[in-house]
Protein backbone atom coordinates (compact mmCIF):
# COMPACT_ATOMS: atom_id res chain seq x y z
CA UNK A 1 0.00 0.00 0.00
CA UNK A 2 1.48 3.25 -1.12
CA UNK A 3 2.55 5.86 2.02
CA UNK A 4 -0.01 8.24 2.07
CA UNK A 5 -2.70 5.83 1.96
CA UNK A 6 -1.47 4.15 4.78
CA UNK A 7 -2.66 7.60 7.34
CA UNK A 8 -5.74 7.78 5.63
CA UNK A 9 -6.48 4.07 6.87
CA UNK A 10 -5.00 4.33 9.98
CA UNK A 11 -7.51 6.43 12.52
CA UNK A 12 -10.33 4.08 10.61
CA UNK A 13 -7.98 0.82 11.38
CA UNK A 14 -7.50 1.79 15.15
CA UNK A 15 -11.24 2.95 15.43
CA UNK A 16 -12.20 -0.42 14.14
CA UNK A 17 -9.82 -2.70 15.95
CA UNK A 18 -10.41 -0.47 19.34
CA UNK A 19 -14.63 -1.53 18.54
CA UNK A 20 -14.04 -5.04 18.03
CA UNK A 21 -11.38 -5.72 21.05
CA UNK A 22 -13.45 -3.60 23.67
CA UNK A 23 -16.42 -5.76 23.02
CA UNK A 24 -14.48 -8.84 22.83
CA UNK A 25 -12.95 -7.97 26.55
CA UNK A 26 -16.11 -6.41 27.78
CA UNK A 27 -17.85 -10.23 27.32
CA UNK A 28 -15.16 -11.80 28.60
CA UNK A 29 -14.74 -10.36 31.57
CA UNK A 30 -18.62 -10.55 32.38
CA UNK A 31 -18.03 -14.48 31.45
CA UNK A 32 -14.99 -15.19 33.66
CA UNK A 33 -14.23 -12.50 35.81
CA UNK A 34 -10.98 -12.14 37.73
CA UNK A 35 -12.15 -9.90 40.59
CA UNK A 36 -14.82 -8.06 41.98
CA UNK A 37 -15.06 -4.21 41.21
CA UNK A 38 -15.15 -1.86 43.77
CA UNK A 39 -17.31 0.47 41.54
CA UNK A 40 -20.16 -0.78 39.29
CA UNK A 41 -19.38 -0.03 35.40
CA UNK A 42 -21.85 3.23 35.18
CA UNK A 43 -20.03 4.81 37.79
CA UNK A 44 -16.55 4.16 36.15
CA UNK A 45 -17.18 3.63 32.78
CA UNK A 46 -18.24 7.26 31.48
CA UNK A 47 -15.73 8.75 33.03
CA UNK A 48 -12.79 6.35 31.45
CA UNK A 49 -14.46 6.47 28.20
CA UNK A 50 -14.97 10.29 28.30
CA UNK A 51 -11.29 10.52 29.09
CA UNK A 52 -10.27 8.03 25.92
CA UNK A 53 -12.87 10.42 24.15
CA UNK A 54 -11.03 13.30 25.35
CA UNK A 55 -7.85 12.32 24.32
CA UNK A 56 -8.80 11.26 21.15
CA UNK A 57 -10.15 14.92 20.48
CA UNK A 58 -7.31 16.80 21.40
CA UNK A 59 -4.51 14.31 19.25
CA UNK A 60 -6.90 14.63 16.47
CA UNK A 61 -7.26 18.39 16.65
CA UNK A 62 -3.40 18.89 17.76
CA UNK A 63 -1.61 16.76 15.84
CA UNK A 64 -3.61 14.37 13.71
CA UNK A 65 -2.06 11.47 12.43
CA UNK A 66 1.72 12.85 13.90
CA UNK A 67 3.67 9.59 14.53
CA UNK A 68 2.80 8.21 10.74
CA UNK A 69 3.52 11.32 9.06
CA UNK A 70 6.72 11.49 10.89
CA UNK A 71 7.10 7.52 9.44
CA UNK A 72 6.01 8.93 5.70
CA UNK A 73 8.67 11.69 6.02
CA UNK A 74 11.33 10.01 7.23
CA UNK A 75 10.92 7.90 4.69
CA UNK A 76 10.82 10.26 2.11
CA UNK A 77 13.85 11.99 3.04
CA UNK A 78 15.92 9.11 3.97
CA UNK A 79 16.29 9.93 7.67
CA UNK A 80 17.20 7.52 10.47
CA UNK A 81 19.00 4.34 11.44
CA UNK A 82 17.13 2.03 9.23
CA UNK A 83 17.56 4.32 6.30
CA UNK A 84 20.94 4.37 6.62
CA UNK A 85 21.24 0.23 6.54
CA UNK A 86 18.68 -0.55 3.94
CA UNK A 87 17.65 -3.50 5.31
CA UNK A 88 14.79 -5.84 3.61
CA UNK A 89 11.73 -4.55 4.34
CA UNK A 90 9.94 -7.09 6.52
CA UNK A 91 13.14 -6.83 8.76
CA UNK A 92 13.13 -3.15 8.77
CA UNK A 93 9.91 -3.61 10.16
CA UNK A 94 9.80 -6.35 12.36
CA UNK A 95 13.13 -4.64 14.14
CA UNK A 96 11.31 -1.47 14.74
CA UNK A 97 8.11 -2.49 15.70
CA UNK A 98 10.18 -4.14 18.56
CA UNK A 99 12.19 -0.76 18.69
CA UNK A 100 9.58 1.02 19.37
CA UNK A 101 7.96 -1.68 21.60
CA UNK A 102 11.51 -1.04 23.64
CA UNK A 103 11.09 2.44 23.96
CA UNK A 104 7.84 2.78 25.44
CA UNK A 105 8.90 0.20 28.05
CA UNK A 106 11.94 2.94 28.64
CA UNK A 107 9.34 5.68 28.65
CA UNK A 108 7.15 3.85 31.19
CA UNK A 109 9.75 3.56 33.43
CA UNK A 110 10.83 6.94 33.26
CA UNK A 111 7.12 8.55 33.85
CA UNK A 112 7.47 6.24 36.90
CA UNK A 113 10.59 8.11 37.92
CA UNK A 114 10.41 11.49 36.84
CA UNK A 115 8.45 12.89 39.65
CA UNK A 116 6.32 15.45 37.35
CA UNK A 117 5.36 13.17 34.93
CA UNK A 118 4.40 10.34 37.45
CA UNK A 119 1.51 13.11 38.04
CA UNK A 120 0.94 12.65 34.67
CA UNK A 121 1.01 8.87 34.45
CA UNK A 122 -0.48 8.70 37.76
CA UNK A 123 -3.83 9.08 36.74
CA UNK A 124 -3.95 5.71 34.88
CA UNK A 125 -2.70 3.87 38.36
CA UNK A 126 -5.24 6.04 40.63
CA UNK A 127 -8.10 3.81 38.81
CA UNK A 128 -9.13 1.77 42.06
CA UNK A 129 -10.14 -1.20 39.41
CA UNK A 130 -8.54 -3.00 37.04
CA UNK A 131 -10.34 -3.50 33.69
CA UNK A 132 -10.85 -2.89 30.03
CA UNK A 133 -11.51 0.68 30.78
CA UNK A 134 -8.27 1.19 32.75
CA UNK A 135 -6.51 0.59 29.57
CA UNK A 136 -8.15 3.48 28.16
CA UNK A 137 -7.60 5.44 30.83
CA UNK A 138 -4.51 8.27 30.03
CA UNK A 139 -4.19 12.19 31.17
CA UNK A 140 -4.34 14.14 27.21
CA UNK A 141 -1.44 15.57 28.62
CA UNK A 142 0.44 12.30 29.10
CA UNK A 143 -0.53 11.20 25.94
CA UNK A 144 0.37 14.22 24.13
CA UNK A 145 4.42 13.82 25.54
CA UNK A 146 4.08 9.91 24.78
CA UNK A 147 3.28 10.91 21.19
CA UNK A 148 6.17 13.43 20.86
CA UNK A 149 9.04 10.52 22.49
CA UNK A 150 7.46 8.02 19.89
CA UNK A 151 7.63 10.60 17.36
CA UNK A 152 11.33 11.06 17.70
CA UNK A 153 11.95 7.35 18.45
CA UNK A 154 10.13 7.40 14.43
CA UNK A 155 12.65 9.67 13.60
CA UNK A 156 15.75 8.60 14.61
CA UNK A 157 14.74 5.02 13.95
CA UNK A 158 13.56 5.85 10.62
CA UNK A 159 11.13 3.38 11.51
CA UNK A 160 8.86 2.25 7.96
CA UNK A 161 5.26 3.79 7.99
CA UNK A 162 3.70 0.12 8.30
CA UNK A 163 5.68 -0.79 11.05
CA UNK A 164 4.10 2.78 13.01
CA UNK A 165 0.59 1.18 11.77
CA UNK A 166 1.47 -2.03 12.92
CA UNK A 167 2.55 -0.98 16.32
CA UNK A 168 -0.11 1.57 16.98
CA UNK A 169 -2.71 -1.02 16.25
CA UNK A 170 -1.21 -3.53 18.17
CA UNK A 171 -0.45 -1.53 21.39
CA UNK A 172 -4.12 -0.48 21.22
CA UNK A 173 -5.44 -3.89 20.76
CA UNK A 174 -3.11 -5.61 23.48
CA UNK A 175 -3.61 -2.10 25.76
CA UNK A 176 -7.13 -3.46 26.41
CA UNK A 177 -6.31 -7.27 26.40
CA UNK A 178 -3.29 -6.35 29.48
CA UNK A 179 -5.93 -4.54 31.77
CA UNK A 180 -8.80 -7.63 31.43
CA UNK A 181 -10.40 -8.06 34.91
CA UNK A 182 -10.80 -11.35 33.41
CA UNK A 183 -9.46 -15.45 33.79
CA UNK A 184 -7.13 -16.95 32.01
CA UNK A 185 -6.44 -20.80 33.21
CA UNK A 186 -2.96 -20.82 35.16
CA UNK A 187 -1.45 -23.24 32.49
CA UNK A 188 -2.36 -21.00 29.42
CA UNK A 189 -1.69 -17.87 31.47
CA UNK A 190 2.24 -18.99 32.53
CA UNK A 191 2.90 -20.00 28.72
CA UNK A 192 1.46 -17.10 26.70
CA UNK A 193 3.50 -14.67 29.19
CA UNK A 194 6.46 -15.97 27.29
CA UNK A 195 4.98 -14.24 24.32
CA UNK A 196 2.67 -11.52 25.56
CA UNK A 197 1.90 -9.34 28.47
CA UNK A 198 -1.06 -11.09 30.41
CA UNK A 199 -3.69 -9.26 32.80
CA UNK A 200 -2.49 -11.50 35.40
CA UNK A 201 1.25 -10.08 34.83
CA UNK A 202 0.17 -6.52 34.13
CA UNK A 203 -2.63 -6.37 37.44
CA UNK A 204 0.69 -6.72 39.21
CA UNK A 205 1.76 -3.14 37.85
CA UNK A 206 -1.56 -1.71 39.23
CA UNK A 207 -0.71 -2.64 42.84
CA UNK A 208 -0.58 0.08 45.48
CA UNK A 209 2.70 -1.91 46.85
CA UNK A 210 5.28 0.64 45.53
CA UNK A 211 7.65 -2.58 44.64
CA UNK A 212 4.65 -4.40 43.01
CA UNK A 213 3.58 -1.31 41.44
CA UNK A 214 7.83 -0.32 39.68
CA UNK A 215 7.94 -4.07 38.19
CA UNK A 216 6.04 -5.12 34.66
CA UNK A 217 6.39 -1.97 33.06
CA UNK A 218 6.32 -3.86 29.82
CA UNK A 219 2.79 -3.08 27.35
CA UNK A 220 3.07 -5.79 24.46
CA UNK A 221 6.02 -8.26 24.53
CA UNK A 222 7.15 -8.93 28.29
CA UNK A 223 10.93 -9.69 27.25
CA UNK A 224 11.87 -6.59 28.24
CA UNK A 225 10.79 -7.15 32.08
CA UNK A 226 12.77 -10.18 31.94
CA UNK A 227 15.68 -8.80 30.95
CA UNK A 228 16.17 -6.14 32.42
CA UNK A 229 15.21 -7.14 35.75
CA UNK A 230 11.73 -5.31 36.47
CA UNK A 231 9.68 -9.03 35.81
CA UNK A 232 7.73 -10.09 39.09
CA UNK A 233 5.47 -12.79 38.51
CA UNK A 234 2.54 -12.37 40.47
CA UNK A 235 1.13 -9.98 43.89
CA UNK A 236 2.20 -10.76 46.80
CA UNK A 237 -1.23 -10.57 48.31
CA UNK A 238 -2.88 -12.46 45.60
CA UNK A 239 -4.75 -11.56 42.73
CA UNK A 240 -8.03 -11.69 44.51
CA UNK A 241 -6.92 -9.78 47.52
CA UNK A 242 -4.72 -7.53 46.26
CA UNK A 243 -5.26 -3.82 46.33
CA UNK A 244 -5.04 -1.31 43.43
CA UNK A 245 -4.29 2.04 42.71
CA UNK A 246 -2.61 4.73 44.59
CA UNK A 247 -2.43 5.41 48.55
CA UNK A 248 -4.66 8.89 49.11
CA UNK A 249 -6.27 8.28 45.66
CA UNK A 250 -9.50 6.29 46.79
CA UNK A 251 -12.45 8.41 47.78
CA UNK A 252 -15.38 7.91 46.02
CA UNK A 253 -15.37 11.18 44.04
CA UNK A 254 -11.91 10.39 42.31
CA UNK A 255 -13.40 8.73 39.60
CA UNK A 256 -15.08 11.44 38.21
CA UNK A 257 -13.75 12.65 34.83
CA UNK A 258 -13.51 16.33 35.88
CA UNK A 259 -11.03 14.90 39.26
CA UNK A 260 -9.11 12.94 36.66
CA UNK A 261 -8.30 16.31 34.55
CA UNK A 262 -6.44 18.22 37.38
CA UNK A 263 -5.77 15.13 39.78
CA UNK A 264 -2.26 15.61 38.13
CA UNK A 265 -2.19 19.07 40.28
CA UNK A 266 -3.23 17.69 43.59
CA UNK A 267 -1.56 16.13 46.18
CA UNK A 268 -2.52 12.62 47.61
CA UNK A 269 -4.84 12.85 50.46
CA UNK A 270 -3.02 12.19 53.64
CA UNK A 271 -5.79 9.99 54.77
CA UNK A 272 -7.56 10.78 58.13
CA UNK A 273 -5.31 11.94 60.91
CA UNK A 274 -3.82 9.70 63.77
CA UNK A 275 -6.60 11.23 66.19
CA UNK A 276 -8.96 10.74 63.78
CA UNK A 277 -8.28 7.19 63.44
CA UNK A 278 -8.41 6.53 66.70
CA UNK A 279 -11.84 7.98 66.95
CA UNK A 280 -13.09 6.23 63.69
ZN1 LIG B 1 2.69 2.60 35.12
ZN1 LIG C 1 -1.84 -0.26 33.12
Redesign the pocket.
Known sequence: MPVDELSEVEPWLRFGAFVAIFVAVAVWEALAPRRRLRWSRARRWPHNLGLLALDVIVVRLLAPGAAIGVAVLAAAEGWGLLHALALPEWVAVAFAVLALDLAIYGQHILFHRVPLLWRLHRV?HTDTDFDVT??TRFHPVEILLSLGIKCAVIMLLGAPPLAVLIFEVVLNVTSMFN?ANARLPDAVDSWLRWLLVTPDM?RV??SVVGREMNSNFGFNVPWWDRLFGTYRAQPLAGHSEMRIGVEGFDAPDEVRLSRLLVQPLHEPDPGPLPFQKEHA
Do not use: E, F, K, S
Open positions: HTGHHHH
